[in-house]
Nanobody, 119 residues
Framework: QVQLVESGGGLVQAGGSLRLSCAAS????????MGWYRQVPGKQRELVAV???????NYADSVKGRFAISRDNAKNTVYLQMNSLQPEDTALYYC?????????????WGQGTQVTVSS
């Protein structure tokens, strides 16, 4: 069984910074991509940033230049450094991992961590 434990969310003023962490544990094999998504009530979950096992990254246009994703493969941990936060960044942020095992592809989600940015 795989568990994703997220941390680092909270309340911050506009212009501030937060760093999210997500540690994966359990029977994990060959994680290909680790990423962060976010969701606000009434809207679909959207991609924030993703990083592959080779270090390639992809960001939503709305966070480019402000957010940075990184990962520690030895620790199966992914980070999201969020700078210059704005009220529109307020959302529930979810960690996501995707990979492949001998039983086929897999995908897991964290429980979500709330980020609230006040104006």
């Amino acid at each position: 069984q795989v568990q994703l434990v997220e941390s680092g969310g909270g309340l911050v003023q506009a212009g501030g910074s937060l760093r999210l962490s997500c540690a994966a544990s359990g029977s994990i094999f060959s994680i290909n991509a680790m990423g962060w998504y976010r969701q606000v009530p009434g809207k679909q979950r959207e991609l924030v940033a993703v990083i592959t096992s080779g270090g390639s990254t992809n960001y939503a246009d709305s966070v480019k230049g402000r957010f940075a994703i990184s990962r520690d493969n030895a620790k199966n941990t992914v980070y999201l450094q969020m700078n210059s936060l704005q009220p529109e960044d307020t959302a529930l942020y979810y960690c996501n991992i995707r990979g492949a095992s001998t039983r086929g592809p897999y995908e897991y989600w964290g429980q979500g961590t709330q980020v609230t940015v006040s104006s």
